[in-house]
């Protein structure tokens, strides 16, 4: 496979469950093992957007155990007798190549994935995002060359670049230091958040300046949480800021 290779560095690599979970898209060569029309494929194409059943193949990482995945969209781009190349929007965790058999045993002639790029990986793009080992060996000797930052930042995105994809709270600057302790959100801790939060999704907690502060699990909807004036709003699981970056305004309390 080639494509999208997101690799974090240092402390950024604490976002990086977050970023396997989040919705690939790919552009795949399958390869038929009989002769289809284009109309059929279409139509097969479509009865596999939604959500369907997969078992990871044999050489797949994980226990082979029946689970369910999201197919977005299932687009075919082009036919040339037996190959065919498509695009898939897809839920983190889909196997393509496993998603290429399937396609083959409902067309009754059965099908492979001959090559696979990957195109995006949650808010990473191959035209906007990626770069090339030359690329990074390029900016790499300016930077030890010049002892300048600004070329290594041509090549490095900063961690908040990763979570563009997962709803946002915004908190208070006294409230930060506390989350980094591992303290659970408050409401009164609570300046703005982004729609379509939902209870028991993942969330961001960032500061008002964009700094990620941590990943959370939101206990209320965005709408429930507009309306609270105490109690938790989101518990925290991975912190994300070093602490001692803000001050520490708390006393013996626990949360925020």
Request: proline fraction near 4%; aromatic fraction near 8%; charged fraction near 25%.
């Amino acid at each position: 496979m080639t494509g999208v290779l997101p690799i974090a560095l240092e402390e950024a690599t604490k976002i990086i469950q977050a970023l396997q979970l989040a919705g690939k898209e790919y552009v795949c060569v399958m390869k038929l093992h009989g002769e289809v029309s284009e109309e059929k494929l279409k139509m097969v194409f479509k009865e596999f957007e939604g959500t369907i059943y997969q078992r990871p193949p044999l050489r797949a990482s994980v226990k082979r155990r029946l689970r369910t995945r999201k197919i977005y969209y299932l687009e075919l781009l082009e036919k040339n007798g037996r190959n065919v190349l498509f695009r898939v929007g897809c839920e983190g965790g889909t196997y393509i190549r496993k998603l290429c058999y399937d396609i083959g045993e409902v067309l009754g002639c059965g099908a492979h994935m001959q090559e696979l790029r990957r195109t995006r990986a949650g808010p990473l793009s191959e035209e906007e995002n990626c770069i090339d080992l030359y690329d990074l060996s390029y900016y790499h000797g300016l930077w030890k060359e010049k002892k300048d930052d600004a070329y290594i930042r041509k090549i490095i995105l900063p961690m908040e670049k990763a979570l563009d994809h997962i709803p946002k709270i915004f908190i208070r600057d006294s409230a930060v230091e506390a989350i980094c302790y591992g303290a659970n959100l408050a409401a009164p801790g609570v300046v703005s958040l982004e729609t379509g939060i939902l209870k028991d999704t993942t969330v961001a907690i960032f500061t008002l300046k964009g700094e990620a502060v941590a990943l959370a699990k939101a206990l209320a909807s965005t709408e429930e949480i507009l309306s609270m004036t105490h109690g938790f709003v989101a518990k925290t699981k991975r912190v994300l800021m070093p602490k001692g970056v803000y001050p520490k305004m708390w006393g013996k309390s626990s949360s925020v």
